[in-house]
T-cell receptor, first 115, second 112 residues
Framework: GAVVSQHPSRVICKSGTSVKIECRSL??????MFWYRQFPKKSLMLMAT?????????EQGVEKDKFLINHASLTLSTLTVTSAHPEDSSFYIC???????????FGQGTRLTVV | GQQLNQSPQSMFIQEGEDVSMNCTSS?????WLWYKQEPGEGPVLLIA?????ELTSNGRLTAQFGITRKDSFLNISASIPSDVGIYFC????????????FGDGTTLTVKP
């Protein structure tokens, strides 16, 4: 089946630094990808929709300058958390729609810890 | 904004028992999706429902799309220890190009 690969799975960074998370569709092309944030024992909160070749669409309340999204190819979207702070620590997950328009395929997630 | 109410929040059951969880919304959705998430992993799609009233099975799992389009339920029959995880419902409106709204999840614990 279709696979979405997310890297890294875990990252620890210092406050003030930037962290890049990659989301790749391994065996299919994705013109759209979605980025979610998940707090412990909480649901997935959609942050933004990544659009290949154009600007991402951010959900209300999500700082676009803080969470930079680049969808440079049909198989890769990146999320960069800029000037990270401890409150940015979270589990970030990407997904890409599969065939049949299901938003069916999620990456493995990235556990970000900002110290 | 849109909100899905998923219940129960958690369940502790004995192996072999059946499980039922549901999601309700004040909004109409055109697609209902059920996912399972294990610790440290992304969600995995279990069942997708596209039509009001649709009843779909995937092994021991059965899910239904409510006739009002505002609810859905998931049943797991004869639970086994590997059913442990968090189950999320998600609703999608066809105009949102794949964006889904997620419920808060049901944490399932199965005692051997």
């Amino acid at each position: 089946g279709a696979v979405v690969s997310q890297h890294p799975s875990r990252v620890i960074c210092k406050s003030g630094t930037s962290v890049k998370i990659e989301c790749r569709s391994l065996d299919f092309q994705a013109t759209t990808m979605f980025w979610y944030r998940q707090f412990p024992k909480k649901s997935l909160m959609l942050m933004a929709t990544s659009n290949e070749g154009s600007k991402a669409t951010y959900e209300q309340g999500v700082e676009k300058d803080k969470f930079l999204i680049n969808h440079a190819s049909l198989t890769l979207s990146t999320l960069t958390v800029t000037s990270a702070h401890p409150e940015d620590s979270s589990f970030y997950i990407c997904s890409a729609p599969g065939q049949g328009a299901d938003e069916a395929f999620f990456g493995q997630g990235t556990r970000l810890t900002v110290v | 904004g849109q909100q899905l109410n998923q219940s129960p929040q958690s369940m502790f059951i004995q192996e072999g028992e059946d499980v039922s969880m549901n999601c309700t919304s004040s909004s109409i959705f055109n697609t209902w999706l059920w996912y399972k998430q294990e610790p440290g992993e992304g969600p995995v799609l279990l069942i997708a429902l596209y039509k009001a009233g649709e009843l779909t099975s995937n092994g021991r799992l059965t899910a239904q799309f409510g006739i009002t389009r505002k609810d859905s339920f998931l049943n797991i029959s004869a639970s086994i220890p590997s059913d442990v995880g968090i189950y999320f419902c998600a609703g999608r409106k066809s105009t949102n190009a794949g964006k889904s709204t997620f419920g808060d999840g049901t944490t399932l614990t199965v005692k051997p």
